[in-house]
């Protein structure tokens, strides 16, 4: 079947520190993957995405890259903001069925 | 491009009460998805839609969850009787069917329900 493992949270960084947060995935065929955001108090937005094997998604700083033979789709920020705390969930898209992660929290803190 | 609406954005309702929450997809979005978010974990699918028939509802609570989409376009998803551990955000989300793998889903505010 399709599962998505992220690294457990909370995560706390100062600003400007470097984040990588986990993913890993299990699925049959060629999923699309994805990392979400939700702010305090919002819905889900997507954040980036990758459609095959070596394809790199990026935004607003972010950046991640579709592995795979290690199946994994790593979320990677240079240099995080305060504006940047909220809950990043990965996910995979298997022709119309969305499989989320469990979410990490990341808290930056001035 | 108008997003995913959904209503009420809370809901406050005592155990065994009966709760309904509304969802209106972005225009042209044939899939339809309800998942149930509870503090601290994923979006978990309750619900998913193509058109207006069911696609996938293996983890929907079916003695006490019920989901309809009329005309293939809004949807509503009903909980009676509601239980406390029904407490969690409800989100609505869509996405063009396109038959391709890369399937991006589109997301409401969702509903806040609690249950006391």
């Known amino acids: 079947g399709n599962s998505v493992t992220q690294m457990e949270g909370p995560v706390t960084l100062s600003e400007e520190a470097f984040l990588t947060i986990n993913c890993t995935y299990t699925?049959?065929?060629?999923?699309?993957l994805f990392w979400y955001v939700q702010y305090p108090g919002e819905g889900l937005q997507l954040l980036l995405k990758a459609t095959k094997a070596d394809d790199k998604g990026s935004n607003k700083g972010f950046e991640a890259t579709y592995r795979k033979e290690t199946t994994s789709f790593h979320l990677e920020k240079g240099s995080v903001q305060v504006s940047d705390s909220a809950v990043y969930f990965c996910?995979?898209?298997?022709?119309?069925?969305?499989?989320f992660g469990p979410g990490t929290s990341l808290s930056v803190i001035p | 491009e108008a997003g995913v609406a959904q209503s009420p954005r809370y809901k406050i309702i005592e155990k065994r009460q009966s709760v309904a929450f509304w969802c209106n997809p972005i225009s042209g979005h044939a899939t339809l998805y309800w998942y149930q978010q509870i503090l601290g974990q994923g979006p978990k699918l309750l619900i998913q839609f193509q058109n207006n028939g069911v696609v996938d509802d293996s983890q929907l609570p079916k003695d006490r969850f019920s989901a309809e989409r009329l005309k293939g376009v809004d949807s509503t998803l009903k909980i009676q009787p509601a239980k406390l551990e029904d407490s969690a955000v409800y989100l609505c989300?869509?996405?063009?069917?396109?038959?391709?793998?890369?399937?991006?889903?589109?997301f409401g505010q969702g509903t806040r329900l609690t249950v006391v």
């Open positions: 989300a869509s996405s063009l069917n396109t038959g391709a793998p890369a399937t991006e889903a589109f």
């Open positions: 996910a995979l898209s298997n022709y119309d069925k969305v499989i």
């Open positions: 699925a049959t065929g060629y999923p699309s």
